[in-house]
Each structure stands twice: as C-alpha cells, then as structure tokens.
C-alpha cells in the first residue's frame, strides 16, 4: 500500500471544504424545492402506440382538447405533431383564471417539446410517451406554449396559446 | 536541445489529426454566424438555398463540424502527442493508431454526403423518429469506433511503458491522456448501442421502428462525458502547459490534480439523466439521483479551479507581480496561446454558474432547451473548450511543422475578438433562454417572438459577427503558419510545468487503474443498471421515421 501521503495545502483543503458545502447547500436547496415547495419534473404516465394514438376513437388524443373534471379543475388532452403541419391540437385552450389545468400531452410522429410560457411547465413529449404535468393559472391573460425541441421545417412556427379569463 | 524527440512521422501523423479538426472549424464555424444573424434579422439563408436548403441544415453542419469532428479530431491528435511525449517513447503500433484515424476521416465523409444532400438534417442530437440517411450513422459509428481504435494503440504504447517503469508514476501529461480516453471508450458505449441497435438497422429497413424515450436514454449515456471528453484535454493544458508558458510557473498540486481526473472518471457517465429531466419515460427518484451527481462532478472542477489559478498565480509571483491580484498582470499575456487559454478560462468560470442551474432538477424547468442552453454550452465548448484547443495550436502547429507562428500579434487578437464576441453572444442568449426563447428556432421568423427579444436577439447577431471576424483571424493565422516560409530556428519547446512537489511522492494509489475503473463500472451499474433494464425491458419500437425538414 502506500508509502506516502497524500499532501494537501491548507488554503487547497480549506477551498475544498467550501466546494463541498456549497454544493450541499444548493442540493438542499433544489431538493426544499422539489419535496418541500412540490416543485416536481414529469414522471413516467402511460405509454401509447403513436402509430395509432391520434386516429384510435378509444384514444383521448383522437378528440383532443379540454375536459372539465370537476369545478375549475381540468384534463387537456393535446396532440403535439409535424405531419401534415406542425401544430398543437387543440392550438387554443380557454380556461377561468384559478383553474387547475393537467396537461397530458403525446405524439403521433417525432419528437416535440411544450413549454408555457411564464410558467414552470416545460417538457419533453414524445412518441409513445405520455407527458403529464397539472398548472394551476391564477393570473389572467395570454400563455403561449411552444415547441421546444427540433420536429423538422416549421419546428419555429409551432405553438398555441392558453387564454385565461379573470 | 534535449527534450524527447518525437519522430517526423508521428508529427506528421498528429499533425494530419489537427489539419482535419481545422478544415472541420472552418466550414463549421461559417455557418455559426448564419444562425445568429438569422436572428438578428438578417437571413442569408435564401441566398444559400441553391446548397443549403434551410437554417436547420446549416445548423446541423454546424453542430455536427464543431462540436464532434473538430473537438474529436483535436483531441486524438493532442492526446495522442502527450502520451508520446509524456512517457517518452514512440507509439507501439503506428499502424493500429493510423487505422483508427482513416476510420474517423471515411466516417466523417460518409456522414458529410447525406448531410450535405439535405438528407441527415437532424441537428447533432439525431433524435429519432427523424430518420437520417444510413450512411449518417455508418459515418458516426466510424468516427467513434476510429478513435476507440486510436485509443486501444494508445493504452498499448501505455502498457509497454508501464512494463519498463513499473514503480515510475505516470507522467501527468500522459496520465491525463489516458484517463480521457478511458473515460470516451466507456461513455461512448451509449450511443454505439442506440446507432447498432436501433438508428442504423432502422436507417436500413430491417426494423421498422424505434423507441424514442430509450434511444435518449442511451444518447445521454454518452452526451455528458462527451462534455468531459472535449473539456478534460483542455484541462490537461490549463493544469501541466498553461503555468509554464504563463511565466515559468510550477503546477501546484500534482496528487489533487490526479485525483480530479480519477473523479471525473467515476461520475461523469453515471449522471445522463440530467440531460432528461422533463422526459416523460424516466421516473423523477432516478433523475434526483442523477441530479446529485452532477453536483459532484462539480467538485474536481472546483479543485481544477484551486489548482490552476494557484498554479498561475505561482507563474505571476515568479515574473515579480506582487499583492493580491498583481500577479495577473505579469502573466505572459504577449504570448498568444497564454492569452487564449486565460480568455478561455475566465468565460468558464461563467459556464460553469450556468451549468449548475441546468443541473438543478427543478430549476431547470425553466431553462430546458431555451436559448439559455446554447448560451451555456458557447462558453463551455465553443470557448473554454475551443479558444483552449486554439491557444494549444499556436504553440503546437509550429512544433509540428517546424514553422513560425504566423503574426503572433493577430494571434493575440484573434483570442480577444473571440472573448469580446462570445460574451455578447453568450449573454444575450442567457438572456433569452430566461425569457423563455426556444433553442434550435430561427427565432428571426417565429411568429410568437414578442418586441421584448429584439435588442437582445440583435445582440445575438452582433456577438456571431464578432466571432465570425475572430474565427476568420484566427484560419488566417493557422493557414499562413502552416505555409510560412520563416521556420522556427530549433525545435519548439513543449511547455510542461514541474509538479511543485515530486510526484514521485504522491500516493501509490493515484497511479493504480483498476480500483478506479471498478469503481467507475459499478457506479454505472448501480446508477443506471435498474432503468436501463427496465426500458430495455419495455421497449417498444413503435416509431417508423419522419423525413420532415
């Protein structure tokens, strides 16, 4: 085994301590946020056959759009595609400001993303994958969402927007 | 003179490495600024269209030519130097390493054809279910498995060295080497597994689709460390080169530097799932894990940062600053290379506040595939990685080639420009991506872009022609070196730093490799094993491919 020590300088082991407690501290403070304040990423929903997930009448996403479930709460069932155009189905969502919206959000043909603006809802929506996140808007007026992952051509001109009434 | 000599032929041999990732720049670097002047306002696209069909395929040449043929072929070529030069002895199997390097330059012209034809524009992520032309992924597939190749020739040249010094620590430049490509032959695994496995078959017609949730988990398997992959050369330079030419200057702590690298080893591939956040097919317990990894690796980048500024700072001392920051002053900054690295090393420490945010689960909700990631990623690659790879050039090419850097001066500018024009770049598209502009969008067309962008999406252009002018010196400089008429009078001193302590001192077990690459095995396995075999498990290859730019 070894036969020397290992030197460290003092200043060298000093700085190494802060390293370690500064990373401490933000782990803390992403974990405060995530189990503490609930500010949660996407988990696994439901898996889908996106040859069939778009035209199946069994399939919300073949009639897609906003469901009210019970008194300003809400299920959004989006269809995010590129074929024939790149679009969000439905492209428009109007909801009452205090609603609590989920969004469960596929793909019949590559890869999309949906980020609301002004929000802390962005994820990835892939085909085959359900991407589910709840958002409540308590604040009135105009949240665009937009596709943040390359679909091909006119990955830049797909988006929607969410219009929240006072 | 009685530094190791390094034969004509493996300078030659090197050399052709760094004559490939220069060529690759070039015509990856022309169409960097398209894409921010696009932004700005002003698209030449439509004057390209007769070549280049859209912004998403000058893109793809852009992020396929800079940040994987330039880095890879760099790279190769600069580690495969340290490991000769570092232990002092040819390499065992010329032959072997030149296979390897004729694999990566067929795989880049087999991946250039179709992406060239319009037929592979699918960005340097190739996410499936876009589709690229087959002879995409045979070129990748080249390209990665060329330079595992180069690197067996590099561990055997390694293994007779050890076979004669068997109580000799490595030299560090060699060590570092070697690390590196330990690291690149197992991250790479990922995305030889996504392209044989799936891409590639698929590409061909023998399977009918692919899952596209595994395929990124297996690309973001090799994603992360390919950033340790670029980045770590660079430290190689910063830790063992950059003191010595910055003012004589001695590396600080030989032991802690090697202990970065082991740890860099161990936690960079076990930490993908950062890169995958808001995917829907991951559970989020395994990205928390993740997550705290990432924080780790940040670690032996904080000791990197220890190391080299005392390092300099010893450097500073020595040609007579004094006081606090005095040093800094006396620092070569005349020479060129020393100039570049520096720049490169101060935009990194801004890179590195960004790169946190990105690692911080939820914090990333805001920033994922916004402009803020490119803004991030152009100060890490394209400068602390780039501008280093650069500063290396300008001692390296003429040690090489036997010739005189070209016009040191415009050398000494060109970094400058560079420095000046990422940080208008960068910042703006920090900016942006926090005021939630997408990435990867020709945002000088999209119709949801409020007034609110513009003077930041004009200072996009402005800080892409500002590289554009330093990327343009610094072709200049590399050409009319390369052609220069003036040689250099006896061979160029390779620049090493002296460890300030012998590291014949340092601890037997920093110079053992298999504790560390067990430890690096089971970390993976434990941290990715049990969601890999689950998506494997549950694999669905449902997706048929989309040809839809």
Request: charged share 10%; glycine share 8%; hydrophobic share 50%.
């Amino acid at each position: 085994m070894s036969a020397h020590k290992m030197h460290v300088d003092s200043y060298e082991r000093n700085w190494m301590i802060f390293s370690a407690v500064l990373l401490v501290v933000f782990a803390t403070a992403v974990s405060v946020a995530a189990f503490g304040m609930g500010i949660q990423v996407p988990a696994p929903e439901q898996r889908v056959d996106p040859r069939t997930v778009a035209t199946d009448p069994n399939s919300p996403w073949s009639n897609p759009g906003l469901r009210e479930i019970a008194p300003g709460k809400y299920d959004a069932y989006i269809l995010a595609r590129a074929v024939p155009l790149w679009e969000y189905l439905p492209k428009e969502l109007t909801v009452p400001a205090g609603s609590s919206v989920t969004f469960y959000v596929t793909s019949p043909d590559v890869q999309h993303g949906f980020k609301i603006q002004d929000t802390n809802a962005n994820f990835m929506v892939l085909p085959g994958q359900v991407s589910k996140l709840t958002v409540k808007f308590d604040k009135a007026g105009t949240y665009n969402f937009i596709c943040t992952e390359f679909c091909g051509a006119g990955h830049g001109i797909m988006y929607g927007a969410i219009t929240v009434t006072p | 003179m009685n530094q190791y000599q390094v034969s004509a032929a493996e300078k030659k041999f090197i050399g052709s490495h760094i004559l490939v990732a220069i060529l690759a720049l070039a015509v990856g670097s022309l169409f960097g600024p398209l894409q921010a002047f696009e932004h700005a306002g002003w698209d030449f696209y439509t004057y390209l269209k007769p070549w280049i069909k859209s912004y998403y395929q000058g893109l793809t040449v852009h992020g396929v030519l800079n940040a994987l043929v330039w880095t890879t072929f760099f790279i190769m070529g600069f580690l495969t130097f340290n490991v000769i030069f570092g232990l002092k002895r040819p390499l065992k199997n010329p032959t072997l390493n030149k296979v390897g390097f004729w694999m990566m330059v067929v795989g880049v012209l087999a991946a250039a054809i179709p992406i060239l034809a319009n037929q592979a524009t699918v960005l340097f992520t190739f996410y499936p279910p876009l589709k690229a032309n087959w002879a995409f992924y045979v070129g990748l597939t080249l390209v990665v498995v060329g330079s595992w190749v180069e690197g067996w020739g590099l561990f055997m040249t390694y293994a007779d060295w050890r076979k004669e010094n068997k109580s000799e620590r490595t030299p560090f430049v060699a060590f570092g080497s070697l690390v590196t490509i330990l690291l690149w032959q197992i991250c790479t695994l990922g995305v030889a597994v996504e392209i044989l496995t799936m891409l590639l078959p698929w590409s061909l017609g023998l399977i009918e689709g692919v899952d596209p949730q595994l395929a990124r988990t297996y690309f973001w398997f090799t994603g992360h460390p390919l950033v340790y992959f670029w980045l770590l050369p660079a430290y190689i330079s910063w830790y063992a080169m950059l003191p010595k030419q910055a003012g004589n200057g001695k590396m600080f702590s030989d032991s802690l530097a090697r202990l970065a690298f082991w740890i860099f080893l161990v936690l960079s591939t076990p930490l993908g799932f950062h890169h995958q956040y808001v995917d829907p097919g991951v559970p989020p317990a395994w990205k928390f894990i993740h997550s705290l990894l990432t924080f780790g690796v940040f670690f032996p980048s904080m000791m990197t940062a220890f190391t080299v500024i005392a390092s300099l700072e010893h450097a500073g001392r020595k040609q007579g600053g004094k006081g606090i920051f005095g040093w800094i002053g006396k620092l070569k900054w005349s020479d060129p290379s020393v100039t570049s690295q520096l720049l490169a090393g101060i935009l990194f420490f801004f890179g590195g506040i960004g790169g946190l945010a990105n690692a911080s689960y939820n914090v990333n909700l805001v920033l994922h595939n916004t402009a803020f990631i490119p803004g991030h990623f152009h100060l890490t690659v394209a400068t602390a990685v780039t501008l280093s790879f650069i500063g290396i050039s300008y001692w390296l090419v003429p040690y090489l080639t036997g010739r005189k850097l070209w016009q040191p001066a415009w050398a000494r500018i060109q970094a400058w420009v560079w420095f000046v024009g990422m940080i208008i770049f960068s910042n703006s598209m920090h900016v942006l991506g926090l005021l939630g502009a997408p990435r990867r969008v020709p945002l000088g067309l999209a119709p949801y872009v409020p007034a609110e962008w513009n003077s930041r999406l004009f200072q996009v252009g402005l800080g892409g022609a500002i590289l554009f002018v330093s990327g343009i010196m610094y072709l200049a400089v590399m050409y009319k070196t390369a052609t220069n008429k003036e040689r250099v009078e006896s061979e160029v001193i390779v620049p090493i730093a002296e460890a300030m302590q012998d590291p014949a001192k340092s601890p037997v077990w920093l110079d053992r490799w298999a504790p560390w690459i067990y430890g690096t095995l089971a970390l993976i396995v434990i941290v990715y094993g049990p969601q890999l075999v689950e998506q494997i498990a549950n694999i669905a290859l449902t997706s048929p491919g989309f040809r839809v730019w």
